[in-house]
T-cell receptor
Framework: NAGVMQNPRHLVRRRGQEARLRCSPM?????VYWYRQLPEEGLKFMVY????????ESGMPKERFSAEFPKEGPSILRIQQVVRGDSAAYFC????????????????FGPGTRLTVL | GDSVTQMEGPVTLSEEAFLTINCTYT??????LFWYVQYPGEGLQLLLK?????DKGSNKGFEATYRKETTSFHLEKGSVQVSDSAVYFC????????FGKGTKLTVNP
């Protein structure tokens, strides 16, 4: 059973360009979470999605950032008009059921996408 | 909201030394608690977890006990190896997973 897949692993963009990060959850998982890790920081929750629904986007910046998890295909985290401060590692995690009550619902993490904005 | 505070590093130990990385939490509900490990260039892997007070999670020689009275979930290992060198994250939450800032551990031969 393949783990959580993220691509690209490394992404370089110039200021003002768009960045698209993709995440394919583990087979059978319908819940996806995106996190951002800044240098020397822990992981910060960004958004929680189920298929075709955004459940919790309380960690998403209000502008330029959006996320989707379509019925078919991977989840996409999209950053428009990137700035240098967007440089970070972005991690995706998936779980088989809702982690609203985390008791046994482990989140499985992908290897991350490291975004560098020049 | 929920929060997790863990000991900041870096921590450098010699092989076979004893390891403790402190982690405390604040939560309004009854959080589950986790330790994740991140090896260089990789994503996070679950190391161990505990879902209720007094539970002890253990894996690969690492242990952590969910202490409700001290709101702590300290990670311990009796004898570390060079291969344990990594960044360790404490995490927990009732609704959303909240992470500590991570502690970088380096084990020297």
């Amino acid at each position: 059973n393949a783990g959580v897949m993220q691509n690209p692993r490394h992404l370089v963009r110039r200021r003002g360009q768009e960045a698209r990060l993709r995440c394919s959850p583990m087979k059978g998982h319908s819940h996806v979470y995106w996190y951002r890790q800044l240098p020397e920081e822990g992981l910060k929750f960004m958004v929680y999605l189920q298929k075709e629904n955004i459940i919790d986007e309380s960690g998403m910046p209000k502008e330029r950032f959006s996320a989707e998890f379509p019925k078919e295909g991977p989840s996409i985290l999209r950053i428009q008009q990137v700035v240098r401060g967007d440089s970070a590692a972005y991690f995706c995690a998936s779980s088989p059921t809702a982690s609203g009550r985390l008791r046994n619902n482990e989140q499985f993490f992908g290897p991350g996408t490291r975004l560098t904005v020049l | 909201g929920d929060s997790v505070t863990q000991m900041e590093g870096p921590v450098t130990l010699s092989e076979e030394a004893f390891l403790t990385i402190n982690c405390t939490y604040t939560a309004t509900g009854y959080p589950s608690l986790f330790w994740y490990v991140q090896y260089p260039g990789e994503g996070l892997q679950l190391l161990l977890k505990a879902t209720k007070a007094d539970d002890k999670g253990s894996n690969k020689g690492f242990e952590a006990t969910y202490r409700k009275e001290t709101t702590s979930f300290h990670l311990e290992k009796g004898s570390v190896q060079v291969s344990d060198s990594a960044v360790y994250f404490c995490a927990g939450g009732s609704e959303k997973l909240v992470f500590g800032k991570g502690t970088k551990l380096t084990v020297n031969p």
